[in-house]
């Protein structure tokens, strides 16, 4: 399996809901990432796991709320969110410190409304 | 401050053409130089990527060349085809746990048919 799923592939909520984004692959590796992509423009960096634990947060406001329950698996918890965190939020996963790239999930397209 | 500085922003190239698409970087404790290809609405995709000790290498179609000495690199595509038609990111990353990659703002290639 040399893949990275994610789910749902589309969600539109409210400025006053609370959602998740699920991320889920099997290929054995120990460093997970959350991306933001706007449209035209490269992935943003939001969080790193590594080893299950949270190794870098680029200063990402606290309704993003990441979770790694295990190996496999990675959340992110929204809430509260603003129209202009619509994109396409990725997810991603590699070895920690290996040369190789990363593999990408095919994202969820978010609209705040 | 943009580290990895990619050109073109877009690109328009015949069938059978040849695609050629920049990237500059600065920092020289980059050791990894993949490109990305992405489609509407997909995660982006490893297409090919490089390290410093290598001048040039090629996988079918598409083929880096890197100039560790004037610090750039660039993907060709040779015998372009419409089903190319995507967005092209360059990025770079440096040793460390995390291998944050450092992206280049894109390169929309239109592959006329």
């Known amino acids: 399996d040399t893949e990275v799923t994610q789910t749902p592939k589309h969600l539109v909520m409210g400025m006053t809901n609370k959602k998740s984004l699920k991320c889920e692959q099997h290929?054995?590796?120990?460093?997970m990432y959350w991306y933001k992509q706007k449209a035209k423009k490269p992935p943003e960096l939001m969080f790193v796991?590594?080893?299950?634990?949270?190794?870098i947060n680029e200063s990402v406001p606290s309704r993003f709320s990441p979770e790694c329950p295990n190996s496999s698996l990675l959340n992110l918890h929204l809430h509260a969110l603003q129209p202009e965190d619509s994109a396409l939020y990725l997810c991603?996963?590699?070895?920690?410190?290996?040369?190789?790239?990363?593999?990408f999930g095919s994202g969820t397209r978010l609209t705040v409304v | 401050q943009q580290q990895v500085k990619q050109s073109p922003q877009s690109l328009i190239v015949q069938k059978g053409g040849i695609s050629i698409i920049n990237c500059a970087y600065e920092n020289t404790a980059f050791d990894y130089f993949p490109w990305y290809q992405q489609f509407p609405g997909k995660g982006p995709a490893l297409l090919i990527a490089?390290?410093?000790d290598v001048s040039e290498k090629k996988e079918g179609r598409f083929t880096i060349s890197f100039n560790k000495s004037a610090k750039q690199f660039s993907l060709h595509i040779m015998d372009s085809q419409p089903g190319d038609s995507a967005t092209y990111f360059c990025?770079?990353?440096?040793?460390?746990?995390?291998?944050?990659?450092?992206w280049g703002l894109g390169t929309s290639l239109a592959v006329n048919p």
């Open positions: 290929m054995g590796h120990r460093a």
């Open positions: 991603a996963s590699s070895q920690p410190g290996r040369s190789y790239g990363y593999t």
């Open positions: 490089i390290r410093p």
């Open positions: 990025a770079a990353s440096m040793p460390g746990n995390n291998r944050k990659l450092i």
């Open positions: 796991y590594s080893y299950e634990k949270l190794s």
